[in-house]
Each structure stands twice: as C-alpha cells, then as structure tokens.
C-alpha cells in the first residue's frame, strides 16, 4: 500500500494507490463543495466514463448495495461495479474506504459516532464477506481524516451507547472532568476484530479540526464544505 500526498491551491488530495495497479483507480481524497466535486474529479481523472456515486448520509448503520437496489439514503455503499466511484463526504466523521485486492469489491463507509456506535464497521465487512465471499486477509483499509481525540468532547450518554459494543476506557479518556472519544480508534478496533489483518489497515493520521485551517471541521465552524473520499475501479 503506498500513500501519496499532493497540496495545490489550498486542496489536499490524497491517493491510496493499493498494489500500483494501474487498472484499479486510487482512492481520493479531497475538501470540496458538493457543488464543484464532480468537476474536481473530472480534472483529476484522465477518464470520462465514470460515474459517482455518494448517498444522503443520514447518521445510520445502513449500506447500500447498488447491485441489488439502488436506494439514496444511507451510510455505506458496497459494490463490485467498474467505472462507479463510491464515496463518502464529511466534515469531523470519518471515511472508511474498504477494497478486496484479489476480487475487487468496493466499499465507502460513512463512520460518525452514531454509525460506529451501532456496528456499521462490522455490517460493512460482514457483507463483503457474506455477500461478495471476500475473505479478511485480502480486505484493505482506510480511514481517513476525522475529528481527533482531543478535538472531540461528547457528551456522558455516549458512554452508555458505546459500552455495548466497546471497552469503554479504549476509546473514552477524560479531560476536566470531560469525555474525549477516539472514533479513529474505535473504527481501528472493530476492524481488527472482523479479522482485517494490522499490515492492511492504513490511517491518515490528520484532524479535520485541527490539522490544517481548509480542511472543513463542522465542530469549527459549521461549515458546508465537506472533505469527499472516493473509491472503485475503472476499466480504460
Ligand atoms: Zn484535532
């Protein structure tokens, strides 16, 4: 897995650019408005019969599968389709993009805290496994840039929430009698437990609040701009 990083014109684009094949696209990773992201894609992809793909995002554990039904709603989209790029947006949540190297099965997960709180990591390679017969060891990973720990105070009810399905004092640490949640690591934790093998699983290790002052944080300012990470495959 290689990672590569290019800053123009106040845009972070990051690729993950998996085993260098250069028949599977990368994944990107770039701060946009919704308005301007199919042509920021355009220019950055020498291709012309793509299409993309992202739903209204609605905080859930539910993950689309567009080869089943096409549905607009949701936190997850998993497919093997060619020239499809699916993706997620977000400004503080995390995006976990997914890919079977060997089948080339796709998946873009939306992890907010309600999303990972209620098992959407878990559903997401449940499916991939169930459904498509990709086994953990040829998933790979990414999670990308999100909200850091000490930039997300929460509130004590998430506690409760979290204590189902989390080791508490793995995620939670307290700051002046505050709670910080680490949702990186909460996404890291469940991957590994689905068996996603360590050397697979890659971090983009920034804050959207306090990394860089373009990348858009919703806890910073309530902004509409987003960051949007694509992944898929396109046949030339
Ligand atoms: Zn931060």
Known sequence: ????????????????????????????????????????LKKLISHNNFKILFLKQVHSDKIIIPEKKMEEVGDGIITSKVNLLIGVKGADCYPLLLVDVKRDIFGAIHCGWR?????????????????????????????????????????????????????????????????????????????????IPEKNIQNLPLCTKCSYRFLPSHRRNKTNKRIFSFIGKLNK
């Open 1 to 40: 897995m290689f990672l590569s990083k290019k800053v123009a014109n106040e845009k972070i684009i990051f690729q993950l650019d998996y085993l260098l094949q250069k028949k599977i696209f990368n994944a990107i990773i770039l701060p946009s408005s919704t308005r301007d992201i199919e042509n920021d």
């Open 115 to 195: 999303g990972v709180a209620s098992g959407i990591v878990e559903k997401a390679i449940e499916i991939m496994v169930g459904e498509f017969k990709s086994i953990p060891q040829n998933i790979y990973a990414m999670v990308g840039i999100g909200i850091c720990e000490a930039c997300y105070e929460v509130g004590d009810e998430l506690l409760e929430i979290f204590g189902k399905k989390f080791v508490l004092k793995e995620i939670f640490t307290e700051v002046e009698n505050k709670y910080h949640l680490n949702l990186r690591k909460a996404i890291n934790i469940k991957l590994k437990e689905m068996k």
